[in-house]
Nanobody, 123 residues
Framework: QMQLVESGGGWVQGGGSLKLSCVTSGRTFSSYAMGWFRQAPGKEREFVAAINWSGGRTYYAESVKGRFTISRDNAKNTVYLQMNNLKPEDTAVYYC????????????????WGQGIQVTVSS
């Protein structure tokens, strides 16, 4: 089993920034592609960003492209999501997820999930 623990969420005014972290344990982190998803109240969980196991390839949802940056530090078993120019519509519970292999997965078909962390953006 892999454990994933998110941190860095909270409340921010529109236009502000937050950086989410997801620390993993239990499996070889560098063998997993990582993703970030979010779920707003009453909505389905949606893809935000993904990164391959080396960090050399990334992919973003159109709604966050140019504002969010996914990165990873394999020495620290951690994946990050830097969120800039936040908008009220970015308000959601954010989840990190791990998928064994080197692909960039945009569906929810990941092997392991964190418990989620709340991000609230006020207008």
């Amino acid at each position: 089993q892999m454990q994933l623990v998110e941190s860095g969420g909270g409340w921010v005014q529109g236009g502000g920034s937050l950086k989410l972290s997801c620390v993993t344990s239990g499996r070889t982190f560098s063998s997993y592609a990582m993703g970030w998803f979010r779920q707003a109240p009453g909505k389905e969980r949606e893809f935000v960003a993904a990164i391959n196991w080396s960090g050399g390839r990334t992919y973003y949802a159109e709604s966050v492209k140019g504002r969010f940056t996914i990165s990873r530090d394999n020495a620290k078993n951690t994946v990050y999501l830097q969120m800039n120019n936040l908008k009220p519509e970015d308000t959601a519970v954010y989840y990190c997820a791990a998928e064994y292999g080197n692909g960039l997965v945009t569906t929810t078909n990941y092997d392991y999930w964190g418990q989620g962390i709340q991000v609230t953006v006020s207008s």
